[in-house]
Each structure stands twice: as structure tokens, then as C-alpha cells.
């Protein structure tokens, strides 16, 4: 008679940076632990898509208890099932207040003192398989929320760095991979350089490097192609629209921009809306961004924390498939002035469409940036 032990297997693991929580109401650390129900599909999402590319010879044996057990068009119960467990309460800082880094709503960031997750399933071939895939798993993806943000990095306790490198290099590619040494605060570094990277600062004014890049291939950013349109609202319609910051003083005759503009921003992780100030910062204007199969745009860097190193990684080869149909494609913008209340007519609103870029190497715009501030390639 085979012992239930022979059936389990058991992974201590090691955080790396907190994981996020939306909303937790109950005190009980089991009401906190990783998302059972986001870690599984995450591994054979692995298995059926990334496995044979990662490793081929690993893939091949276990090929037919892939096809056996993860196979999608089998209507069939899960071959395992994984637990997660501490023994420990963990320690749980809220964040519920706008003077946080950065607003989430209601949340509460978690570390573990000590987290288990257990393998446990009757078919030994597939534990073994699990045992060789989630520490790739883990070395690859984050949990939680702002996952992209290097919240929810965890490993095995007994992966070394050199693991976790190759396991990142066999996934990513190297050239696609930077890393910074000594990151005490990661989520402040994050925050800085995503913000660098994307929007720019006001305070310190500092460009954004995005617009940077795409103005030396002589394509401005949606952001000259708004200002143009609100500047030609205000002049047809007076007093209830106001120029945005730095606006020139005098009116275009016509709204049409006579220079290159493109939705770059996208590029970077679309958001569904955002706002923008005026001369004196005292009106707001709404910009809503659609399109009828866009919808959301993950961002294409991920940052992955190991110990006191921050690496942030190009996904966009990774994903190519899903990156490669943003390019060329076509997005409303809708601009409504926050000082007219209530229901916003068509007089009200301002429209405009602009496009992608065509092309984007993201590979090419890290390595001119992030090499820059500190990062260094793998």
C-alpha cells in the first residue's frame, strides 16, 4: 500500500517582494495565502504554450503525460491539486490612503514569514512534472496585483541566483534582460522608472523618454496632437474650454496638427482614460481612449525582484503575437472639459483618432534608456 507521502511533495518557498490583496476582511492567514485559482492555469498555461520552447529535451519526457493529463480538449478532473500554507500569520500593511506611492483603493500588501506549497496528486509522473515546472513558473511570473510591478515575486527557498538567471535567459532571451544591484524600496524604483520611461515628471520636470525616442524618428506624441484639437475648441468656443499647459498663446487657424503624431504611449500599457491640466491647474480635462478590439494593453516590461536585485525585462518577444497587433492599429480619443457638468452633449466633446506606431523595437528603446540610469545587462 502506497503512503499518502508518496503522493505529495512539498516546496518551501521564498518571497521576494510583498504580495498585493485587494479588500482583505478576515484576520486568518488562510484568507490571505496566493490564489490557488491564478497560480494553476499560470502553470499549464507554461506546460501547453512556453514548456518545448524553454527546453525541448525536458518537454519530450514528458510529452506523453502531457498529452495525458493537460490536455485542454479532455473533459477530465484536474490530474493535481496544489495547497498553499504557513504556519505563520503573515504581516500585512494596509494601503487605503491617496498619499501611498501610488493609489490602488483598498489593499493590503502581504509578506510571508514562511509560505508551503504542496504538490499532491496520484500519478507520479505528474508530480514530477510539477516538481521541474514551477520553479520555472516562479522564476518567470509574478502573482497578485501589479504583477507586472514586481509585486508577488516568490522562488524556492533553494533556487540560487544562477537558477533564477537562467531560468529568466531560457524564458526572455538575455538581450531582453537589465538589472539593478542594491534596490532596497523596489516598488519607489519601479514607480520611478516606469514613470521616466512613459509619461515623464513634473517635479523635477523631466521628459519622457518615450517621447524622446519617437521625436528623433520625427513622430511627436498623442498628447501634441489633444492640445492642438482643445486649442482650436477654445478659440470656437470661448470661455468653457481653457488651453492646456504649454500651449502657445496664439490660436491655430484649423484643428489639424501639420506635424506627426501617433498614440505612442500605448506602446507602454494602455490605460482606458487619463486626465490633463491646464494653464492653472485649476480644470481638468477626461481623455477616453477606445477601440473595438483593443480593449487592454498589459504593459510589455515586467520587473522581477530576486533578494536585493530589480530586473526589468522586455515581454514583447515573449508575447509577439499579442504585442505585434496594437502596431498600425487605430484608437478613439474622446475629451470632455470637467467644468461642464452633468451630461456631456457632442458640443462638448472633442474626437479625434490617431494611430500606432507601425513599429517598435522596445528592446532598442531599454537598452538606450535603462542603461542610462543604472541598469546593466544580464
Not at 504580495?19 to 490564489?35: A, S
Not at 492555469?41 to 529535451?57: N, Q, S, W
Not at 516598488?187 to 517635479?203: A, D, T
Not at 486649442?231 to 484649423?254: C, D, F, I, M
Request: proline share 4%; hydrophobic share 35%; with cysteine.
Amino acid at each position: 500500500m502506497n503512503d499518502k507521502s508518496d503522493f505529495r511533495f512539498k516546496i518551501p518557498l521564498k518571497q521576494h517582494s510583498p504580495l498585493i490583496h485587494f479588500q482583505v476582511k478576515k484576520e486568518g492567514p488562510k484568507d490571505e495565502l496566493i490564489r490557488i485559482s491564478e497560480f494553476k492555469p499560470l502553470i499549464e498555461r507554461f506546460v501547453k504554450h512556453y514548456f518545448t520552447a524553454f527546453d525541448p529535451g525536458l518537454y519530450n519526457n514528458f510529452k506523453k503525460c502531457i498529452g495525458e493529463y493537460f490536455n485542454k480538449d479532455k473533459k477530465q478532473a484536474s490530474a493535481y491539486k496544489l495547497h498553499a500554507s504557513t504556519d505563520l500569520s503573515p504581516n500585512k500593511k494596509n494601503k487605503n490612503t491617496k498619499k501611498d506611492t501610488a493609489y490602488f483603493g483598498d489593499y493590503c500588501e502581504i509578506e510571508y514569514p514562511g509560505l508551503t506549497l504542496t504538490l499532491f496528486s496520484y500519478h507520479k509522473e505528474v508530480l514530477e512534472l510539477l516538481k521541474s515546472v514551477i520553479p520555472i513558473v516562479l522564476s518567470g511570473f509574478n502573482l497578485g496585483t501589479r504583477k507586472s510591478k514586481g509585486f508577488g515575486s516568490f522562488t524556492p527557498v533553494t533556487m540560487k541566483e544562477k537558477e533564477f538567471q537562467t531560468n529568466l535567459i531560457k524564458l526572455y532571451k538575455q538581450e531582453n534582460i537589465f538589472v539593478k544591484n542594491n534596490i532596497h524600496y523596489f516598488r519607489n524604483e519601479v514607480n520611478k522608472i516606469y514613470q521616466l520611461l512613459k509619461s515623464g515628471k513634473n517635479k523635477p520636470y523631466e521628459k519622457s523618454m518615450l517621447y524622446e525616442y519617437f521625436m528623433k524618428k520625427g513622430i511627436r506624441w498623442e498628447k501634441a496632437a489633444l492640445k492642438r484639437k482643445i486649442a482650436y475648441k477654445v478659440k470656437e468656443k470661448g470661455s468653457a474650454w481653457h488651453p492646456l499647459l504649454n500651449t502657445s498663446g496664439k490660436y491655430p487657424e484649423n484643428e489639424h496638427t501639420d506635424i506627426s503624431c501617433s498614440f505612442i504611449r500605448a506602446l507602454l500599457g494602455l490605460a482606458g482614460h487619463y486626465t490633463f491640466l491646464n494653464n492653472n491647474r485649476e480644470r481638468q480635462y477626461t481623455v477616453s481612449v477606445e477601440h473595438e478590439e483593443v480593449k487592454r494593453i498589459p504593459s510589455p516590461i515586467l520587473f522581477k525582484v530576486f533578494e536585493n536585485k530589480l530586473y526589468a525585462i522586455s515581454v514583447w518577444e515573449f508575447y509577439r503575437e499579442e504585442y505585434k497587433n496594437i502596431l498600425g492599429k487605430t484608437f478613439k480619443f474622446i475629451i470632455k472639459n470637467n467644468e461642464i457638468r452633468g451630461n456631456h452633449s457632442e458640443e462638448d466633446t472633442i474626437q479625434l483618432d490617431l494611430e500606432t506606431p507601425s513599429v517598435f523595437d522596445l528592446r532598442d528603446f531599454l537598452t538606450g534608456n535603462l542603461l542610462k540610469m543604472g541598469y546593466t545587462k544580464l
